[in-house]
């Protein structure tokens, strides 16, 4: 007796490509998204909206909602070339670019991606030790009255966020991260509501709605400075909702039907609705917190020492979140990376032999040899860098803005053209060429703020000796 055969192609237990059954919802997907995108980009926004001011701010940022949310559309429309329901799949980034534009695209969607994700998990592991550290410095601060200004070397933290991350690490695939994901989204939330509520509080108690219209002042900064951090805080802002990097990836985990790309385009709405609403909440209030002077991390630019509890909480989750936005930005490239090696090497047993491990009241453990190693490998490379180069904010900014541009506009915009076959020179061609070219202005003109921010930092900077 075979398995009844469902009318989309599949089976009960398999999809229509003879994978097992995929599982995941409007609300997985929507906990993916927010894991990825309220990442601690959201603590830099105050900053950001500090260097635009109050009518630039708020615009940019409900601007990049809009472009992202659009262009994710475009790109949830890509998962499955030719028909919505039936089409081929297409599981990552690359294998859509692959199908619908081919050539030498895919090697540069390849490299932009990997590289992207490379330089997340190394800008995740420097901004956990920050919070690691601003746990310890609070409480320092705190018992010697404000005395001692409590420095301290940021390796040791580092070295622990790698660690945690060699054992999450071996978690096989990107299906089985669900749990992770939902415990950094409740994370996320929970900082998020700290800063916000820390933020009403100081306008509450100083009275005042700090800030001005046109941003910081000529004068707090030189001219030409105020021009390099305006571009910066765009790449910043950009940086912030950029998640197109593992849409796909996630979209390969919904079940069907409803057709993918629908529930998709509702989780994407969901998703980019309460970021943009969060965003605004925080960057905003700490902005009217702090005015001019607000800090380019709100929890540990030590922006508030009391309540130093409440701050520690906060900080606590999000080292909690940004282990789990590591495993969610790294499984797509893990994955990349193995499959590769299975083709390169298809009898290697180091490479495809898994190794069942019983573990009492769960299903087996599957150790495979190769993702041991080369995933503890790669961790500890992200985390040595990291110690290498930790200010690494002004390089997250560069990497953002490189990223925004090719992967959440023109790749997505490109493909939609082939997909849909739209005219050159018809009305939605025309549209869509000029949000793609007004795209890529504001990536050049954040990646030069970024390369001018890396360029002050060279100045003052010693290997390996970071000290806060």
Partial sequence: MGEEVLPQGGTKCYDDDGRLKRSGTVWTASAHIITAVIGSGVLSLAWATAQLGWVAGPLVMILFSFVTYFTSTLL????????PVNGKRNYTYMDAVRS????????????????????????????????????????????????????????????????????????????????????AAVMSFTYSTIGLGLGIGKVAETGTIRGSLTGISVGTVTQTQKIWRSFQALGDIAFAYSYSLILIEIQDTLKAPPAESKTMKKATLISVGVTTLFYMLCGCMGYAAFGDLSPGNLLT?????????????????????????????????????????????????????DIKIPIPGFRPYNLNLFRLVWRTIFVIITTLISMLLPFFNDIVGLLGALGFWPLTVYFPVEMYISQKKIPKWSTRWVCLQILSIACLFITIAAAAGSIAGVVLDLKSFKPFATVY
Avoid at 76 to 83: E, L
């Fill in 301 to 353: 630019g030590f922006g508030f020492y009391n309540p130093f509890w409440l701050l520690d909480i906060a900080n606590a989750a999000i080292v909690i979140h940004l282990v789990g936005a590591y495993q969610v930005y790294c499984q797509p490239l893990f994955a990349f990376i193995e499959k590769s090696a299975t083709e390169l090497f298809p009898d290697s047993e180091f490479i495809t032999k």
């Fill in 76 to 83: 949830a429309a890509c998962y499955r070339s030719g028909d």
């Fill in 100 to 183: 619908n534009l081919g050539g030498f695209k895919v090697k540069i969607c390849g490299w932009v991606q990997y590289l992207n994700l490379f330089g997340v998990a190394i800008g995740y592991t420097i901004a956990s030790s920050i919070s690691m550290m601003a746990i310890k410095r609070s409480n320092c601060f705190h018992a010697s009255g404000g005395k001692n200004p409590c420095h301290m070397n940021s390796n040791p933290y580092m070295i622990a966020f790698g660690i945690v991350e060699i054992i999450f690490s071996q978690i096989p695939d990107f299906d089985q991260l669900w749990w992770l994901s939902i415990v």
